[in-house]
């Protein structure tokens, strides 16, 4: 079958640019005992690709040049010779950045779309909802009555973490880079308070004001300025579960380095990275409490889907320009 795929044409040397991407045409092979053959229905474009595309070593492989960018899809089977999955079932995995992509059925699961709309299996229902949901309650530890600071809190973990925080009785304060995603975090979402980042005079202070009683849990997902501000305004023992780096992505030297470690010893703080795989053997449960919250209506999700194909490198530049409010996604094709 003929099929389109986007390729790793160059490594980007600072913020990613088009020419970084190549269109290539190939062919599907021929499927062999326990694969499967998809077709690609939603892409998820997800900061984290970034750091795949420098040639350094990471808790994943580097993308190889001139070979295809894979990430996390909805896709539905056209063919299978896998026992697990049959023609014409939906599923969520890592495919390709292409129209059709063969798997061998690992990491591969069905999506009911009689549970929720097949996209969540890439948002609040999938990697963004766990990573929201293992960084904040395993390392934040919300307490009632505490304040949570979560940055990039208009992406699909960000606002998550705001919603999970406040069911569990916080006061949560989000930052991000627009006046329209603040109005969505506090009159949509539940959120207490919102800081522009872009246009507030003094981070610092703006972070002051919004959190007068201190900052006990903050959930990075950007770095950079923003985390030192936030730094700067820590309560005793707060917590500070590091889920991103998106400001320093693109940075073509490194950064300074870590210039704020005195605030976490003035207040025995805790600072401690994670990757979402971490918790795999815990998935079940959080599906169970993501699916139940969602139901309820006490965790909402976004999404911002571009339409088209030829978008996905588009829409994955999106991301470091602050296009989306929520979980940024490419429709593909519609369900056969």
């Not at 040397?13 to 970084?20: A, I, K, L, R, S």
């Not at 991000?176 to 959120?191: I, Q, Y």
Request: one cysteine or more.
């Amino acid at each position: 079958m003929k099929n389109q795929e986007y390729v790793l044409a160059s490594r980007p040397q600072g913020m990613p640019m088009p020419e970084n991407f190549r269109l290539a045409e190939s062919e599907t092979s021929a499927l062999e005992d326990g694969e499967l053959l998809v077709r690609t229905l939603y892409v998820s474009v997800d900061p984290y690709m970034r750091g795949r595309m420098n040639d350094a070593k990471s808790y994943v492989p580097p993308f190889q040049l001139n070979q295809p960018i894979s990430g996390g899809a909805v896709g539905q089977v056209v063919e299978s010779r896998n026992p697990s999955f049959a023609a014409g079932d939906l599923v969520s995995g890592t495919f390709n950045w292409a129209r059709y992509t063969v798997s061998n059925g690992r990491g591969v699961h069905k999506v009911d779309p009689n549970l929720a709309p097949i996209t969540t299996s890439l948002g609040v229902l999938g990697m963004p909802g766990l990573t929201a949901y293992f960084g904040l309650l395993d390392i934040g530890k919300p307490q009632p009555g505490e304040t949570v600071v979560v940055s990039g809190a208009a992406g699909a973990v960000g606002m998550a973490v705001g919603q999970i925080a406040k069911i569990h009785g916080c006061r949560v304060v989000g930052i991000a880079g627009s006046d329209e995603k603040l109005r969505v975090l506090t009159e949509e979402l539940g959120f207490d308070a919102g800081i522009n980042y872009k246009t507030a005079p003094s981070l610092r202070r703006a972070v002051r004001e919004a959190c007068p009683d201190g900052v006990d849990v903050y959930f990075d997902n950007v770095g950079g300025d923003v985390t030192d501000a936030v730094m700067a305004n820590l309560n005793d023992n707060a917590r500070i579960p590091l889920c991103g780096q998106i400001a320093l992505y693109n940075m073509d030297k490194p950064d300074v380095g870590p210039r704020n470690f005195s605030y976490l010893v003035i207040h025995r703080g805790l600072v401690k990275g994670f990757i979402v795989s971490d918790y795999a053997k815990s998935f079940s449960e959080a599906f169970a409490q993501l699916g139940a919250w969602t139901r309820e209506g006490k965790l909402q999700y976004r999404e911002t889907i571009v339409e088209g194909f030829e978008n996905i490198p588009d829409a994955f530049l999106g991301l470091f320009r602050g296009d989306n409010i929520g979980k940024q996604l490419v429709k593909v094709a519609d369900i056969n």
